[in-house]
């Protein structure tokens, strides 16, 4: 997958901009606040469609306009594409691929991008809902049928944990779980599946990108962890499914008291290991950061195997808060492979002289090519 055109117009600090991309690495180099994360936000927003900074869609629109555009050219397994948002001030944005508008549920997976920040750094550190966006972020992109059952579980969800309230208030009575319970473990189980099938995949992938980045001297693990399921999970089967119908059952009390549904895919967590130790809890600040790293490399290979081709990797500023070594592990795999990067940082002193990059100097939402900074 290749970008071959970005153009801006009234978006954030862009008046308007129009910039042809190499194939190859993309370097935006400026000071702080000039405009060089918008860029990646804009190619971020094109795969997802919503941002990795604001829930609001006004805020990617210029101060003083009353409306923003967001064009992309790109191609996917060598045929030309182009995808165009526009946003207007309290009106519902508009999805235009190949000139026909689209909804927004079939955008994923029309532009596949992996984004590498410095808040990815807390991936293992973070709470359970960190890893499990990752996750799920990542098969989205690679199965739209995924994603599509995950806004339908998380609908249930919402619907479930509603009537538990209203239970709780004396307005519904507890019979009517029953209808909600069964359609949410037949999606959660699904969901479930999914999950299970790509951690083994990352599992692998991620190991051995450790190796490399540790000169093998590093072995890392992941498992999928269902919260509150003592046995081992390997696959769906029938004791799995049984265990949710009755666990969702015994606890439908503490729910009611709550408010809210105690287990699920939503409760799920990754078990991260490095060694056979656990990474979370007893590995150094260098090993969770190489742990981190390792499963962003694996996020792309994953992609590569059920897309057919590398996603566009955005890079955020990271290259200050990864060590020499990290960097050139991280720099040495996207040449090796050729894999179009986009990056922002604030000195170029970060990467070598190379053939196969640009450099772009960034200053108040202008952007121009400087072969030397």
Request: glycine share 6%; hydrophobic share 35%.
């Amino acid at each position: 997958m290749k970008l071959k055109h970005l153009k801006l117009v009234g978006y954030r600090n862009y008046e308007e901009l129009s910039l042809d991309l190499s194939d190859g690495t993309n370097i935006f180099i400026g000071r702080n606040a000039q405009g060089k994360t918008n860029i990646l936000e804009s190619v971020c927003y094109a795969s997802m469609g919503s941002s990795f900074r604001t829930n609001t869609d006004n805020d990617l629109i210029m101060w003083n306009h009353l409306g923003s555009l967001v064009s992309i050219d790109f191609q996917r397994m060598g045929v030309d594409n182009k995808l165009e948002f526009i946003f207007q001030r309290e009106k519902r944005r508009q999805i235009i691929h190949n000139g026909s508008k689209i909804k927004a549920k079939e955008l994923i997976g029309i532009i596949n991008v992996v984004l590498f920040s410095p808040e990815d750094l807390t991936l293992i550190k973070g709470a359970p809902s960190e890893r499990r966006r990752f996750l799920d972020m990542e098969i989205s992109q690679a199965s739209p049928a995924y994603y599509g059952e995950l806004i339908k579980y998380n609908r249930l969800l919402q619907q479930r944990n509603t009537l538990l309230k209203s239970i709780r208030d004396g307005k519904a009575q507890a019979s009517m779980l029953e209808m909600w319970d069964s359609q949410l473990v037949d999606s959660g189980i699904k969901i479930i599946g999914k999950r299970l099938e790509t951690v083994k995949k990352l599992n692998m992938l991620a190991n051995l990108m450790q190796r490399r980045i540790s000169t093998n001297e590093e072995n890392l693990s992941l498992s999928y962890c269902v919260k509150g399921y003592t046995g081992v999970v390997d696959k769906i089967d029938e004791k799995m499914i049984l265990w949710y119908n009755e666990t969702l059952r015994e606890v439908t009390r503490e729910d009611i008291y709550r408010g809210s549904t105690s287990i699920g895919p939503h409760r799920d967590d990754i078990q991260i290991y490095v060694n056979g130790i656990d990474l979370k809890a007893f590995g150094s600040q260098g090993q969770q950061r190489t742990g981190v790293l390792s499963m962003k490399l694996s996020e792309l290979e994953f992609i590569r195997s059920e897309k057919g081709e590398y996603p566009i990797l955005l890079l955020d500023d990271v290259m200050s808060e990864l060590d020499m070594n990290r960097r050139q592990q991280l720099l040495e795999f996207i040449k090796k492979e050729h894999i179009q990067t986009i990056i922002t940082a604030t000195d170029k002193a970060y990467f070598p002289e190379d053939a196969n990059s640009v450099f772009y100097k960034v200053s108040g939402g202008t952007v121009e090519v400087s072969d030397r900074m």
